[in-house]
Nanobody, 123 residues
Framework: QAQLVESGGGTVQAGDSLRLSCGAS????????MGWFRQAPGKEREFVAA????????IYSDSVKGRFTISRDDAKPGLYLQMSTLKTEDTAVYYC????????????????WGQGTQVTVSS
C-alpha cells in the first residue's frame, strides 16, 4: 500500500506562514482525492481541506477558509497545504489523507493516513 509522508511542520509565531508537504510512494497518486486533517491535544481529529482528483475542486473547513490553500502536483507526486496568518488555535498534528473523492474525505471516509507532522503556533 502506498505510503504518505508529511513534512514541513515546525514552531512558528502567530501571524506567520508555513507550508506542509505530503509525499506519496505510488504512481496511482493522481487517481485519488487527497486531504488534510489535524488533531489538537485532547481533541478529535478534524477535517481541514480536501482536493479532488485533478485538483479542480478544493474545499475547506470554515476555521481555515481564506487562510489555508491546498494544492497538489501529480507529477512529483505531492500534496501541499499553504498556511497563512496562523493562529494559536491552529496548533495540532497535521495528517495527510487519501480518499476516493474530496466529499468522502470531508466525511471522514479515508483510505490511508500519513504519520502526521506537528505544527505549533506560539503567541
Amino acid at each position: 500500500q502506498a505510503q504518505l509522508v508529511e513534512s514541513g511542520g515546525g514552531t512558528v509565531q502567530a501571524g506567520d506562514s508555513l507550508r506542509l508537504s505530503c509525499g506519496a510512494s505510488t504512481r496511482m497518486f493522481g487517481s485519488y482525492a487527497m486531504g488534510w486533517f489535524r488533531q489538537a491535544p485532547g481533541k478529535e481529529r478534524e477535517f481541514v481541506a480536501a482536493i479532488s482528483r485533478g485538483g479542480d475542486i478544493t474545499i475547506y473547513s470554515d476555521s481555515v477558509k481564506g487562510r489555508f490553500t491546498i494544492s497538489r502536483d501529480d507529477a512529483k507526486p505531492g500534496l501541499y497545504l499553504q498556511m497563512s496568518t496562523l493562529k494559536t488555535e491552529d496548533t495540532a498534528v497535521y495528517y495527510c489523507a487519501r480518499g476516493i473523492t474530496h466529499a468522502r474525505i470531508r466525511n471522514g471516509e479515508i483510505l490511508a493516513w500519513g504519520q502526521g507532522t506537528q505544527v505549533t503556533v506560539s503567541s
